[in-house]
């Protein structure tokens, strides 16, 4: 019986107060890692159809970093910070999975 107290957690929304059992899937979760922001990962599943920059080259906020092939359609991986391309991390052709880091961006 007390066992069971410990598996309750207490949430609230606006002014109630709930008590709810958390799922082994929810407790068993991958721990979410915030990202620097120079580091480019990818968000889908995918292979890697064309890379647009080279190491050491300089980029703005918003050019296009490379093109992934991913769910039937080619997505373009742009940069979210102005900088310069310190590493690729993928080649040509290479499959990637979600979270996989692309490049890493030195930013200005």
């Not at 310069?84 to 080649?91: A, K, L, N, P």
Request: proline fraction near 4%; glycine fraction near 6%.
């Amino acid at each position: 019986m007390e066992n069971e107290k410990n598996l309750f957690v207490d949430f609230a929304i606006t002014v109630r107060k709930y008590k709810t059992m958390l799922t082994n899937k929810y407790r068993n979760r991958p721990v979410w890692n915030k990202h620097l922001p120079g580091e480019i990962v990818s968000a889908l599943p995918g292979t890697i159809v064309r890379i647009e920059v080279k190491e050491g080259q300089e980029v703005a906020d918003g050019d296009l970093l490379m093109t992934l092939d991913a769910m039937k359609m080619q997505n373009r991986i742009i940069t979210p910070v102005a900088g310069i391309v310190r590493e690729i991390c993928v080649q040509e052709g290479d499959r990637i999975g979600k979270n996989h880091l692309i490049a890493k961006i030195e930013t200005k």
